[in-house]
């Protein structure tokens, strides 16, 4: 297992372009095979790879050297990156109808009720079960490809999309 000192996040927290090379190259293969696992796409992944150390660099400010679990922080903004590329990617895809006067009312009222109910989903659930559904139901991948993604089993999953489909249920139904 990879492990930074904390010598180094401090450089790294203070802009230390040096300690941020020495940050990539150690968690570089680990977060390839994060970004791997959501595209298969080796030129993706290594695009999504680029976005994420970006935006730790950006957020450096927010690494905290004395907190033990940089490797969650950087696997989060890993993950979190990749789910909103596969996100846009499928929003992309949409077919619209052929009038483009309807297209574009559609697409308005689609986009405000998609990004309200996302929003109400996103407060209702816990990052794990939000993830599975976002991942699911919008990513169509099947939950034996989001365990693998997620180092879970699949009836865990399984379980876990389960509730959270109960959950929204519950709490979406006069909405």
């Known amino acids: 297992m990879v492990e930074i000192k904390k010598s180094i996040l ?18 570089y ?64 895809k949409i077919i619209y109808k052929d009038d483009l006067e309807t297209n574009k009312l559609y697409q308005e009222y689609d986009t405000i009720n998609q990004n309200y109910y996302m929003f109400r989903i996103k407060q209702i659930l816990d990052k794990q079960s939000y993830d599975v559904i976002v991942l699911h139901y919008i990513n169509n991948l099947k939950y034996k490809e989001i365990a693998k993604i997620k180092n879970k089993s699949v009836s865990t999953i399984t379980s876990v999309a389960s509730r959270a489909m109960r959950l929204l249920k519950e709490k979406l139904r006069n909405e």
Do not use: H, M, P
Request: hydrophobic share 35%.
């Open 10 to 27: 401090d450089k790294f927290v203070t802009g230390d372009f040096e300690s941020f090379n020495i940050i990539y190259y150690a968690y």
């Open 29 to 92: 293969k680990l977060i390839k095979q994060i970004a791997f696992s959501y595209t298969s796409d080796n030129s993706v992944s290594d695009n999504l790879v680029q976005e994420t150390f970006l935006l730790l660099w950006e957020n450096r400010d927010k690494v905290d050297s004395n907190n033990k679990n940089f490797k969650y922080y950087l696997t989060t903004i890993a993950n979190n990156t990749c789910i909103n590329y596969l996100t846009k990617e499928n929003k992309s």
